[in-house]
């Protein structure tokens, strides 16, 4: 079965930086890239970036440029999503996500469970 | 990168069919096949509908089919159940190698 498991909620204050992480289990871990998506509270999906685990390349939006830095590590099938110089604004949940996974009977996308991360003073 | 632009909801009731359009650009929709749509319930976590503008993920209703025209996908929900009640995303992969949401619309079934 495949699982995103991602920590837990975090509560950080601006200008602070805050480092989330996704585990994964039930795949290959290096066959597929890991997104990341913020939802601020009420508000739609955005899409933040990605990694390829299998050689760490990184993709990032341009809203997030120069704050967000994605990471994987292979050894502990982990994806890591470390986004610096906080504001209010960032108050969101995160999500990790992959795309389609093909398994030997189903093909599904997946999304871990959400962190939220609120930023205040 | 701007988001995509969905209409902020459509409703209908049970049984018909509801169509949710996704409007980009040539800078994304217009040049990839790599159309996404996603459902996510009040509280839950996105959940994977459709892949590649068409195509259902194992697990996915029938009732749920995807298509795409010039910059502009769409989602389509025949049948319309009570528990398709949902907000929906659509998401597409740009010329910047990126990727972008739509701005989401809330289905309500009358």
């Known amino acids: 079965e495949v699982q995103l498991v991602q920590s837990g909620a975090e509560v950080k204050k601006p200008g602070a930086t805050v480092k989330l992480s996704c585990k994964v289990s039930g795949y290959t871990f290096t066959d597929y890239f890991m997104h990341w998506v913020q939802q601020a509270p009420g508000k739609g999906l955005e899409w933040m970036g990605l990694v390829d685990p299998e050689d760490g390349e990184t993709k990032y939006a341009e809203k997030f440029q120069g704050r967000l830095t994605i990471t994987a590590d292979t050894s502990t099938d982990t994806a890591y999503m470390e986004l610096s110089s906080l504001r209010s604004e960032d108050t969101a949940v995160y999500y990790c996500?992959?795309?389609?996974?093909?398994?030997?009977?189903?093909?599904?996308?997946?999304w871990g469970q959400g962190t939220l991360v609120t930023v205040s003073s | 990168q701007s988001a995509l632009t969905q209409p902020p909801s459509v409703s209908g009731s049970p049984g018909q069919s509801v169509t949710i359009s996704c409007t980009g650009t040539s800078s994304d929709i217009g040049t990839y096949y790599r159309v996404s749509w996603y459902q996510q319930p009040p509280g839950t976590a996105p959940k994977l509908m459709i892949y590649e503008v068409s195509n259902r993920p194992s697990g996915v209703p029938d009732r749920f089919s995807g298509s795409k025209s010039g910059n502009t996908a769409s989602l389509t929900i025949s049948g319309l159940q009570a528990e398709d009640e949902a907000d929906y995303y659509c998401r597409s992969y740009t010329t910047r190698s990126t990727y972008v949401f739509g701005t989401g619309t809330k289905v309500t079934v009358l």
């Open positions: 996500a992959t795309d389609v996974i093909f398994g030997v009977v189903t093909k599904a996308g997946y």
